[in-house]
């Protein structure tokens, strides 16, 4: 069965500390792989898509990086206004054109 | 514009009641989806539509019932929910049902069953 694990389920950070959120997926052919944040009580905002392993993208204070088996978000010393659940969710290679979820990631970054 | 609106913000209904949820974009897109998220968890989906044709139904109660009358709108309507199906319902777009395509996510509508 395709699956998506993120972890930790929750981070507290102090602002300036840097660390990273892992998202592992056991999927039958990667289409694509995404990561999103929401904030609560809102929609998911796209942050970022990677296809392929290897494959690096970097917005602001955030990195995600992907590999065969998994991907991370690298956050790089982080505000509190990055405080938010993180989400992570992979496109699979059947044709089927829908985007499945991991649990995400509660950050909280105090100052 | 580069939003996805939906409205309303919030909703409150009894089991008995006929609601509908609507959603609207305008940015050429042609795939349109509906999710369900319950709190702490992540988005489930419920419907995709592509061109403007149903193309997804994950198993969906007939007690929610989607309708795409153009390729701008998308509406979900409601009929005899239950308690359970309170969450918060969320409608994304994408500019084509191919690969790799990132959806675009309107704030959602916070759904109340009582």
């Known amino acids: 069965e395709d699956q998506v694990t993120q972890s930790p389920e929750a981070l507290r950070l102090q602002e300036g500390e840097s660390s990273s959120l892992n998202c592992s997926y056991t999927?039958?052919?990667?289409?694509?792989l995404f990561w999103y944040r929401q904030d609560p009580g809102k929609g998911p905002e796209f942050l970022f898509t990677l296809y392929s392993a290897g494959e690096e993208k970097e917005k602001e204070r955030l990195k995600a990086t992907l590999t065969k088996k998994e991907s991370f978000l690298h956050i790089t010393a982080p505000k509190p206004e990055d405080s938010a659940t993180y989400l992570c969710a992979v496109e699979m290679d059947t044709g089927r054109r829908a985007l499945t979820f991991g649990s995400g990631t509660r950050l909280q970054v105090q100052p | 514009d580069t939003e996805v609106t939906q409205t309303p913000k919030h909703l409150v209904m009894g089991m008995t009641n006929k609601k509908s949820l609507k959603c609207e974009q305008h940015m050429g897109h042609r795939a349109m989806y509906w999710y369900k998220q319950k709190a702490k968890k992540p988005p489930e989906l419920m419907f995709v539509?592509?061109?403007?044709?149903?193309?997804i139904n994950e198993s969906v109660p007939s007690r929610f019932s989607p309708e795409c009358p153009n390729s701008s709108l998308l509406n979900l309507h409601l009929h005899a929910l239950q308690p359970e199906d309170s969450a918060l319902y969320l409608c994304?777009?994408?500019?084509?049902?191919?690969?790799?395509?990132?959806?675009?996510f309107g704030s959602g509508t916070q759904l109340s069953v009582l």
């Open positions: 539509y592509s061109y403007e044709k149903l193309s």
């Open positions: 994304a777009s994408s500019q084509a049902p191919t690969r790799g395509e990132k959806l675009f």
């Open positions: 999927v039958s052919g990667l289409r694509g």
